[in-house]
């Protein structure tokens, strides 16, 4: 399989669930990132890592943990949500920070 | 705080007419410039990109952009639309000052319908 895979496609969960985002790059990436697409908002950055180290927290509330084990996979951790954080999120690589990213699919989101 | 501009929400054009979707920035240094493309029921994807050096740049399906740095601009250009171009399109820049904090800035998106 090539690209950037994201689980599950699609995931409904109440405000009291616990639930994990996964991503997974093959492309030999260093860097990866977590996006929020909204309707009619632009794309938000969320949470940057390079080389595994996370580098970008963009002021991200604390019901989203991000987790990065290796440089191929990424982790959102979600719990306690709320229902404006229903949205996609995207999930991107790139071979270094500043390149161009390569996106997943994405998750929808529904939080009820 | 720095943003990207597209002006343009929502554009209807007949198959064959000609495109051009304005993207502006704000930062004042050296930026990397991209278009992204999302077609229906798919990913982003990356149309083109510019670094450094000739400004007018091609991308993938006959899609070009010019960057235009007294301007801080970097508009896409096709001068024959297909019906399946209909997608959405994002202008990003990221401010390339070097170091590892580098982000990508979004435009809000335009929606580009062409009717066959």
């Known amino acids: 399989e090539t690209g950037v895979t994201q689980t599950p496609r699609h995931l409904v969960m109440g405000m009291t669930n616990k639930k994990s985002l996964k991503c997974e790059q093959h492309l030999g990436h260093n860097a990866m990132y977590w996006y929020k697409q909204s309707a009619k908002k632009p794309l938000e950055l969320m949470f940057v890592y390079n080389f595994k180290e996370q580098t970008e927290n963009n002021s991200v509330p604390s019901r989203f943990s991000p987790e990065c084990p290796n440089s191929s996979h990424l982790f959102l951790h979600l719990h306690t949500l709320q229902p404006e954080d229903s949205a996609l999120y995207l999930c991107a690589s790139s071979q270094e920070i500043a390149y161009e990213q390569y996106f997943g699919p994405g998750t929808r989101l529904t939080v009820t | 705080a720095q943003s990207v501009s597209q002006h343009n929400h929502h554009v209807i054009l007949s198959e064959a007419a000609s495109l051009e979707l304005g993207c502006n920035y704000s930062y004042g240094g050296t930026v990397n410039l991209f278009w992204y493309v999302q077609y229906p029921g798919q990913h982003l994807q990356l149309l083109l990109k510019y670094f450094s050096g000739d400004p007018l740049v091609k991308g993938i399906k006959g899609f070009e952009a010019e960057f235009i740095k007294s301007k801080f601009s970097f508009n896409l250009r096709k001068p024959s639309v297909q019906w399946s171009d209909t997608a959405e399109y994002f202008c990003?820049?990221?401010?390339?000052?070097?170091?590892?904090?580098?982000?990508?800035?979004f435009g809000t998106g335009t929606l580009l319908a062409v009717q066959p």
């Open positions: 990003a820049v990221t401010p390339n000052y070097g170091g590892a904090t580098n982000k990508l800035i």
